[in-house]
């Protein structure tokens, strides 16, 4: 049976080169060639040259420890010329061969050599560990051999290099719609070519499909190609009527999806949505990143955890609302204090905060700590800072992602939260806190605490003999005599 190469040499006519008639390498390279050449594998040494017309071409010399008498071989790759069909068989095998290597620096320049001497061939920056997928794009891009050719100069090199595994090829077309068949769109091909979708193309029944789901779905892709990821999802709402774990086509997911190459990623957003849906989660809340989603998933799955202890975890939160109402709560015209009423509340504002709030749960229901809620008094039900208040003392105080309040925040807790409800802070370490922080900490809250550090005019409240309730106010320089000493 005459093979697709053979019968792609009948069909599409060229003119043989003359390798006699290019000169050796010369002794030096020959050296360094020997010099490095390992009889493990079977290395290439390819060279980007010029003619004495000016006229660059590539030679290339594969080592090969099995070969008798001569140790090497050598090929010619030049413009409009094929190899004869013995050296063709041979550099197509060498261009298969698991053992083929090529050293990373070598690899580099002769990509460098092969994007600015022969651009018409189209060729992309290859990976050492696929030089011979490398040397068989540029041997087709070279001269008139017919679909390959066509394939490589059009950018789908995965397609052109897998082209015997298609159910059917159009050895004579001119276009790469006409060569693949199905009439498959140009932005399709550029799809598909990716290594990890490639397979779709080797079955009629899988390519007629992704036919659908560019049909379905075109207008949502936009000019940019497609991520591999991107594509999945639209073929798993082009496949469940439109609805991806419930959900119609999300804009935010579909680009979250084009910056990972993560195989697993979308069964984790599945996941996630899931137990969105599951969760009757009433809040708009921002799709994670892909570096967020196993933390995000796991505090839902946690949420999840807790719907079957609800009952009797929100019976604590709710006596602890209820005691905690008048000892905890406050409000101003700006800002209001709220003790959460349920775990659901916990767990949505970590949702929305983006911290670990949730292992704060039990901790809160038992008393024996207390997380509150900071809230705009304009957005009572946005979520703004969380605190945690310890044995009379506000302890920790957060906004999204852990990140430290703004002055006004501050002074709200110092001048009048604080002074109200009588709750020590401890100023020093939050300046420290400021400090460690990854960014630059605000200037007006530096500067607002640093003033009440270096100010004896600046009271903090610390709880004293708590079962009688009485208090006593201490100054900053009694509290800190190391700071004010002096």
């Avoid at 696929?130 to 950018?155: D, F, T």
């Amino acid at each position: 049976m005459i093979s697709m190469t053979e019968l792609e040499r009948m069909l599409f006519r060229c003119p043989e080169v003359n390798i006699s008639k290019y000169p050796q390498a010369s002794y030096e390279e020959f050296l360094l060639m020997d010099h490095d050449f390992s009889g493990e594998y079977v290395c290439v040494y390819p060279f980007v040259k010029m003619d004495e017309s000016g006229t660059p071409y590539v030679e290339i010399y594969v080592w090969d420890s099995m070969l008798y008498p001569d140790i090497y071989e050598s090929f010619i790759i030049c413009e409009g010329m094929r190899l004869t069909d013995v050296l063709e068989e041979k550099l197509l095998n060498y261009c298969r061969e698991p053992l083929l290597r090529i050293g990373y620096q070598r690899m580099d320049s002769f990509n460098s050599a092969l994007l600015e001497c022969f651009p018409r061939w189209h060729c992309i920056e290859y990976s050492a560990e696929n030089i011979g997928r490398c040397i068989e794009h540029i041997y087709y891009a070279s001269h008139h051999s017919g679909p390959r050719e066509i394939l490589y100069k059009a950018g789908l090199g995965n397609i052109a290099y897998n082209i015997k595994q298609l159910p059917m090829v159009n050895l004579v077309g001119s276009t790469v719609s006409a060569i693949v068949g199905h009439n498959l769109p140009i932005k399709l091909l550029r799809i598909l070519d990716k290594p990890e979708l490639i397979d779709v193309l080797y079955e009629e029944d899988s390519t007629e499909h992704a036919l659908g789901v560019y049909r379905a779905y075109s207008s949502h892709i936009g000019k940019a190609i497609p991520s591999a990821n991107q594509w999945r999802y639209l073929d798993e709402l082009y496949s469940n009527g439109g609805k991806f774990a419930g959900m119609v086509f999300n804009r935010s997911l579909y680009k979250r999806l084009s910056h990972t190459d993560n195989e697993y990623i979308l069964e984790r957003y599945k996941r996630y949505f899931e137990l969105y849906e599951e969760l009757k989660i009433n809040r708009r809340i921002r799709i994670p990143k892909a570096d967020e989603l196993w933390e995000a998933t796991e505090r839902l799955e946690y949420l999840q955890e807790y719907s079957d202890e609800r009952e009797a975890i929100d019976a604590q939160f709710r006596s602890r609302k209820h005691c905690g109402r008048p000892v905890y709560e406050y409000s101003d015209n700006s800002y209001l204090v709220i003790l959460p009423e349920s775990c659901a509340d916990i767990c949505r504002e970590a949702i929305s905060q983006e911290n670990c709030l949730m292992d704060y749960i039990c901790r809160h229901a038992s008393g024996e700590t207390t997380i509150l809620f900071l809230r705009k008094k304009d957005k009572p039900d946005e979520s703004f800072v969380t605190m945690e208040v310890k044995d009379w003392q506000i302890k920790q105080v957060y906004g999204c992602c852990n990140t430290i309040p703004g002055k006004d925040v501050f002074q709200f807790l110092v001048e009048k939260y604080s002074r109200k409800k009588a709750l020590f802070m401890d100023l020093d370490s939050m300046v420290d806190n400021c400090l460690d922080q990854e960014y630059e900490p605000d200037d007006e809250l530096m500067e607002y605490l640093s003033g009440l550090l270096r100010s004896n005019n600046a009271n903090s409240m610390a709880a004293c003999n708590q079962d009688e309730n009485e208090y006593i106010q201490l100054t900053l320089a009694d509290m800190f005599p190391d700071v004010f000493d002096g």
